[in-house]
């Protein structure tokens, strides 16, 4: 074998096998070809050994970073090369699974390789591996499994890419007298492979009969129950649901050929799994993206190879569980039943109406109508219906019957929407039409269920079996018990502002913590009547007991608000309350001059506004208590993971503002968010000299650093993002939330922007919101966006300014410009490399608000280094 790039000659080790396989004469041997980190290993201090099997028309190469890994953190890696692959034997033999599987068998008892063992898989050297961990089960410590299948529905064709290669005019042709199948696998790359490691997974293959095995491979996928590698695949597809030991699934989901699909038929088979998705990774995984490192990660996290610990005892919990819905119940039964519990704003006409009695008798009849379908405990339900009262029926009816609701709604974007979806995995979909349509287009999984009837005709295009109408006539005779506390209820999407949109799982006691939580916070309760302009709050009206209606607007575009749509959602119902994102609330102060007196008669009546999904600045805050004098003002800090964590109001920010200017300690330098919310505690991690949260959770006033949460209404867990997981929560019982941010002496929050966008100048770690907060109180100056440029230590410090008098294209500022940019980043101790004119800056799809930073950083390393830029 000639050298190779990441590969230790050292590793490359041959050995003649005794084959016990049916395919071989008796007394056949082999000759394997392997890599084996152990002579790097010291031999008392061996974790256990992976057993790394590759795929087709991979080969050992595949794991050469698992051996670095692994020789670091102690753990022995073999990684063989399949008979007829890589560096092995070429045996003339057909080999089938069967045969496979039984030649691993008899390697391992050649090399002697005893104690702890964690089988890991990719490709059908996933299938191979699991065929070994099924039937070898005395030293088994775990299993690992990289894309791959176990099972083909015999319902369900094959992925395109293989029955293509299965083609008879194509087959041979592609798979042994040319390299073409290679060379479109080793394409499946994201970013594409480097040359020399191009070079060297093709080293194998130079030849045709270099080639048979791919061929061979290829031949033996069983695509339907006649083929005779069928049977072996079932015997160890079945069999693996009784594995009991650790399993770490790690995922690319662009791969056109291992897709989504298999991954959950795994996950039913093998339900205690950690599974991590990375979200930007194909076929070839393990070159995507660092697999390795998480692989032993979760080798540590998990214990595997030691006896497993005893486990704590679970804490008492005093807060006694009310589930989400008990006050939609209560009140249904009560004396205020036939009292407005959610409206909906329409175009034009009356607004649509439950009353609480009629609200709990829609609930249980779409919870009949689910349970008739087939849906119940753990069933994942993709909701994709607008707020309003459909939205509201549909939420307390899945949560009664145990199903999870996964909510990601439009403004993610067509892509985001499509990744949240499928990553999600649901059942079923239920959605309007505009949904349903994309559901086909993009090729959602799960059944699907229309938010409104649908004509025959549409309804066959797009696969609907029922409406939500069909639920509600469906009366079966009961349905299933309420849900545990501490079952799954709800997979919420992140925003995707800072990279992909991320689901969050939440139990249904966690929910009813975060209702507890606003309710003690914001003092929202029974009686309350709610405008919700902002979707989070569409679920948790009933469950306050608030009347709640949602205003004629595209809630996924908060822009499309106006300020009679506000008044005229607020009449409906005598509105108190009024919760609504800062791009909302921009509008209604535009279109301010459209009100009637009616409708600023309605506004008057309000005694509470809330605003957040993003910073909100001071004036708007104040041009907003115009419209609304009789309200008290707030601004809540949350995120998916947490809804709430602080909170302030207006009165508050103004004292804030002026112990900034007074000096109290830690006062200024962001935007302050307040005291935590009830049932919350706060922290930070300070950040060390390179810009790393690493120090120890303190509540000292002027550290900054990340920002740390611990609530009863804290997320469970993040959905199929393990790695993800476990970064957030390295610092029990502490949900690291990636902001950063300081505390004052007051014991004031103040947020000073994202952990990711922390610039690590040459003079320092500089932190963007409070600089980016000095550049927009200039003249012109409507948004102002601080990146870091260039090697980490040393970045050059970028100003890119959003002015109405910007060219059509980002461009040095003016001179004028530029020097009071320069000036205001001097008083902050900050000498700026260059400062940039822009027409607009990219922000998030969902808030309006949310800057893009890492796009822009991105964008002004390449105008820095006079390559062309393009556009932002």
Not at 187 to 216: K, S
């Amino acid at each position: 074998m000639v050298a190779l790039p990441g590969v230790d000659p050292s590793w490359s080790t041959y050995l003649d096998v005794p084959s016990t396989s049916a395919a071989d004469r008796p007394g056949t041997s082999h000759r394997w070809h392997y890599l084996d980190n152990g002579a790097d290993l010291d031999t008392d201090a061996v974790q256990g050994t992976l057993l790394c099997v590759h795929g087709n028309p991979t080969w050992s190469y595949l794991w050469r970073t698992y051996l670095a890994a692994g020789r670091a953190a102690g753990w022995r890696v073999l990684a063989v090369d399949q008979l007829e692959m890589g560096y092995s034997e070429r045996t003339g033999v057909f080999r089938r699974l069967g045969d496979r599987i039984t030649d691993l068998e008899d390697f391992v008892a050649a090399v002697g390789l005893t104690g702890p063992v964690v089988t890991v898989g990719h490709d059908w050297g996933g299938v191979v591996s699991l065929g070994y961990a099924n039937r070898n089960r005395e030293n088994l410590a775990g299993v690992i499994l990289t894309n791959t299948a176990i099972h083909q529905d015999p319902e369900r064709p094959i992925p395109a890419p293989l029955r293509l290669a299965l083609a008879p005019g194509v087959h041979g042709l592609g798979t042994r007298t040319t390299s073409a199948f290679l060379d479109v696998t080793l394409a499946l790359a994201r970013p594409a492979l480097a040359p020399d490691v191009r070079r060297a997974f093709r080293d194998p293959y130079r030849t045709a009969a270099d080639r048979q095995g791919i061929a061979h491979f290829v031949s033996d996928i069983p695509a339907d129950p006649a083929h005779p590698s069928y049977p072996a695949l079932t015997a160890t597809a079945e069999g693996i649901r009784s594995l009991d030991v650790p399993v770490l699934m790690m995922w690319g989901p662009h791969d056109p050929i291992f897709s989504d699909p298999y991954l959950e038929d795994l996950a039913q088979r093998l339900p205690s799994a950690d599974i991590h998705r990375f979200e930007r990774a194909s076929h070839l995984v393990q070159e995507d993206a660092d697999t390795a490192s998480t692989a032993m990660q979760w080798l540590a996290e998990r214990l595997v190879g030691h006896p497993a610990p005893a486990a704590d005892a679970p804490s008492a919990d005093d807060t006694p569980y009310v589930p989400l819905g008990q006050r939609l119940t209560d009140l249904a039964a009560g004396p205020d039943a036939a009292r407005t519990a959610v409206a909906e704003m329409t175009a034009s006409g009356p607004p649509r109406t439950l009353s609480w009695r009629e609200l709990a008798d829609d609930v249980a009849a779409v919870a009949a109508g689910l349970t008739a379908l087939g849906y119940g405990p753990g069933s994942r339900v993709s909701l994709l219906v607008p707020p309003g009262v459909d939205l509201t029926v549909l939420i307390y009816a899945c949560l009664r019957i145990g199903a999870v609701i996964v909510v990601a709604d439009a403004g993610l974007g067509a892509r985001g929407l499509s990744r949240a979806v499928k990553g999600s995995a649901p059942d079923v979909v239920i959605g309007i039409e505009r949904a349903l349509v994309a559901a086909r287009a993009f090729g959602w999984p799960g059944r699907r269920i229309s938010a409104a009837p649908l004509p025959a005709a549409a309804a066959r295009a797009l696969r609907v079996e029922a409406s939500l109408n069909d639920l509600r006539a469906a009366r079966p005779a009961g349905i299933p018990a309420p849900p545990e506390a501490d079952a799954d209820a709800a997979i919420l999407f992140t925003s995707g502002s800072t990279g992909p949109a991320k689901g969050v799982v939440y139990t249904h006691r966690q929910l009813s913590a975060m209702r507890d939580a606003v309710a003690a916070t914001l003092g929202l309760g029974e009686g309350a009547s709610l405008v919700a302009g902002f979707a989070p709050f569409a679920l948790l009206g009933p469950a306050l007991g608030a009347t709640s209606v949602t205003p004629a607007m595209d809630v996924t575009a908060p822009r499309t608000l106006t300020a009679q749509a506000l008044a005229d959602a607020a009449a409906a119902i005598d509105a108190t309350v009024v919760f609504a994102s800062p791009a909302a609330l921009r509008n209604v102060l535009a279109t301010e001059g459209e009100l009637t007196d009616a409708g600023r008669t309605a506004l008057r009546r309000i005694s509470l506004l809330l605003s957040a999904g993003a910073p909100i600045p001071v004036p708007l805050l104040e041009a907003v208590q115009d419209l609304v004098p009789s309200a008290a003002l707030h601004t809540p800090y949350g995120m998916t993971e947490s809804l709430l964590v602080a909170d302030i109001d207006l009165a508050d920010i103004h004292r804030a503002a002026t112990d900034a200017r007074d000096g109290l300690d830690g006062a200024g330098g962001g935007v302050c968010v307040g005291v935590p919310v009830h049932g919350a505690r706060v922290a930070v991690s300070p950040l060390d000299a390179g810009g790393a949260a690493t120090g120890e959770p303190t509540t000292t006033p002027g550290l900054t650093g990340e920002i740390l949460v611990e609530a009863p209404h804290v997320k469970d867990r993040y959905f199929r993002l393990w790695r993800t997981q476990q970064d957030s929560t390295r610092t029990p019982p502490w949900h690291r939330a990636g902001d950063v941010g300081h505390f004052d002496a007051a014991g004031r929050l103040w947020v000073e922007g994202r952990l990711g966008h922390i610039i690590t100048a040459a003079s320092g770690v500089l932190t963007p919101v409070a600089l980016e907060q000095a550049l927009e109180t200039i003249d012109g100056v409507r948004l102002a966006a601080l990146v870091g440029t260039g090697p980490a230590g040393t970045q050059a410090v970028v100003a890119v300014l959003e002015t109405a008098t910007a060219g059509r294209r980002p461009a040095l500022a003016d001179a004028e410009l530029a020097e009071a940019a320069r000036a205001a980043a001097l008083a902050h101790g900050v000498d700026l490399a260059a400062v940039v004119a822009a027409p607009a800056l990219p922000v998030d799809i969902r808030h309006n608000a949310k800057i893009d930073r890492t796009r822009i950083a991105q964008w002004s390393g390449r105008f820095l280094a006079g390559t062309r830029a393009g556009s932002l």
